[in-house]
């Protein structure tokens, strides 16, 4: 498993409604029913999953770059989760950032 990111340090989510009312994607777990917020180490990896993930039609999405410690902070006071992701969508580490 993938270590926890630093606070200060970016990881990449996908965002619906950029240049808006922007917010960050998330996703529920059909297994366990956890919701929580795809991010990723790289943009790279970030825009080859997001290809894959589950969208509403009519909605549009960008891949971002965001501090940690800020996405950590919005997923922890909305319920979230943060799962680690690699490219092809395998989890790398699971987050819980209301433990924190």
Not at 39 to 51: E, G, R, Y
Not at 65 to 79: H, S, T
Request: glycine residues 8%.
């Amino acid at each position: 498993m993938a270590g926890e990111p630093e606070k200060d340090s970016w990881v990449f989510v996908a965002v619906e409604n950029p240049g808006g009312h922007e917010k960050f994607v998330g996703l529920t777990d059909k297994d366990s029913k956890f919701s929580y917020i795809p991010a990723f180490l790289t943009k790279d990896d970030a825009k080859t999953c997001f290809i894959n993930m589950p969208r509403e039609q009519g909605k549009k999405y960008e891949v971002q770059a965001v501090m940690f410690e800020d996405l950590a902070r919005d997923a922890a006071a909305n319920g979230f989760l943060i799962f680690i992701l690699d490219s092809e969508g395998r989890i790398l580490n699971k987050i819980d950032p209301a433990k924190k």
